[in-house]
């Protein structure tokens, strides 16, 4: 499998904050509730697994198809000003990661 795939990632609290604010101030249309942020799958998976505190990536199916992709959330950026970050979504998957640990 392709180490280089990343995906869109987001977390809850942006999500929401997004959604919150288009529906308090009433504004319709088509938006892209997403971070914009290219984000490896691996990069994901390693930090679900630091906050956990053990475990390895193993990857199957090598000979499957992957693709990335990438929403464009400009239209949202401008209306709401609400800008995710890289670290802060990083920094959500080790938490989830220590979550895990004492469930």
Known sequence: ???YIYKDFITD???VKNLDFLIKKR???VYNLSS??????EEVASKV???YGKGE????????????FLMSNNKLKRKTKI???????LDY??????KLKYE
Request: glycine share 10%; proline share 2%; charged share 25%.
């Open 1 to 3: 499998m392709n180490d």
């Open 13 to 15: 609290d942006h999500f």
């Open 27 to 29: 504004i319709t249309g």
């Open 36 to 41: 914009g942020i290219p984000i490896y799958s």
């Open 49 to 51: 697994i630091k906050g």
């Open 57 to 68: 990536i193993i990857f199957k199916n090598l000979n499957r198809k992957a693709y990335s």
């Open 83 to 89: 800008v995710s970050k890289k670290q802060n979504i």
């Open 93 to 98: 998957c080790r938490q989830m990661g220590k």
